[in-house]
């Protein structure tokens, strides 16, 4: 089996900070704890899920859980706190991290402090793709994708609100989304459309948030 250092594994991990998977929350345990205003709450929402499927099947019932559940995958919650863009700006990132505990390779060596200040370009010097993130609802941020030829191998498009089919189908191509905001949130962005790409011969990110006209 081929090993693979744990710091390239790291700096992929962070370079690919594109893993677009929504986190699970631990709600805890329910039951007993309940006290009777929840014991109500419960008895209300029987009783409206009782009203609001009756005189369907279980064909149809089914179907409908099934309709809502494809509608939240192709929609997912927006991003919150981003606005759209009227003035353009650029800013450098910096996507060094301190270790939290000690890395070590295959055979125990440690080659990763603990504290220790990392940056994912010191193990994987070129990050050849470029991230695009929009609001496909925004007929001006689709346009303006379809005008964007990015100078990297590879590009990905990652929506901070609409919908995923809808976005894919207008663009032509496969599209992400933002769920959580992890990614916005990670490069600090506020505005879309936004860019984010490697700086030219630079060890850092650079960030840039499009300004558009009024609709």
């Given at each position: 089996?081929?090993?693979?250092?744990?710091?390239?594994?790291?700096?992929?991990?962070?370079f690919?900070?594109?893993?677009?998977?929504?986190?699970?929350?631990?709600?805890?345990?329910?039951?007993?704890?309940?006290?009777?205003?929840?014991?109500?709450?419960?008895?209300?929402?029987?009783?409206?899920?009782?009203?609001?499927?009756?005189?369907?099947?279980?064909a149809?019932?089914?179907?409908?859980?099934?309709?809502?559940?494809?509608?939240?995958?192709?929609?997912?919650?927006?991003?919150?706190?981003?606005?759209?863009?009227?003035?353009?700006?650029?800013?450098?990132?910096?996507?060094?991290?301190?270790?939290?505990?000690?890395?070590?390779?295959?055979?125990?060596?440690?080659?990763?402090?603990?504290?220790?200040?990392?940056?994912?370009f010191?193990?994987?010097?070129?990050?050849?793709?470029?991230?695009?993130?929009?609001?496909?609802d925004?007929?001006?941020?689709?346009?303006?994708?379809?005008?964007?030829?990015?100078?990297?191998?590879?590009?990905?498009?990652?929506?901070v609100?609409?919908?995923?089919?809808?976005?894919?189908?207008?663009?032509?191509?496969?599209?992400?989304?933002?769920?959580?905001?992890?990614?916005?949130?990670?490069?600090?962005?506020?505005?879309?459309?936004?860019?984010?790409?490697?700086?030219?011969?630079?060890?850092?990110?650079?960030?840039?948030?499009?300004?558009?006209?009024?609709?």
């Amino acid at each position: 089996m081929k090993h693979v250092n744990p710091l390239v594994r790291t700096a992929g991990a962070l370079f690919t900070v594109l893993s677009l998977q929504a986190s699970a929350a631990d709600i805890g345990t329910f039951g007993d704890t309940w006290d009777i205003r929840e014991h109500n709450l419960i008895t209300v929402l029987k009783k409206n899920l009782e009203q609001h499927f009756a005189g369907k099947s279980q064909a149809q019932i089914e179907q409908e859980m099934q309709q809502k559940a494809e509608d939240q995958a192709m929609r997912p919650a927006p991003v919150e706190g981003l606005t759209t863009a009227h003035e353009t700006r650029s800013r450098l990132f910096d996507p060094s991290f301190t270790v939290q505990r000690d890395i070590a390779d295959q055979n125990g060596v440690v080659f990763a402090h603990k504290g220790d200040r990392v940056n994912p370009f010191d193990v994987i010097p070129v990050f050849d793709e470029t991230l695009y993130f929009i609001d496909a609802d925004d007929d001006r941020q689709i346009a303006w994708m379809k005008q964007q030829v990015p100078r990297t191998t590879t590009s990905r498009v990652i929506l901070v609100n609409g919908n995923v089919r809808d976005g894919a189908t207008a663009l032509g191509s496969r599209v992400y989304f933002d769920q959580t905001g992890s990614i916005t949130k990670k490069f600090g962005i506020t505005q879309v459309p936004a860019e984010v790409k490697q700086a030219p011969g630079q060890k850092r990110f650079l960030i840039t948030e499009f300004g558009l006209p009024d609709r």
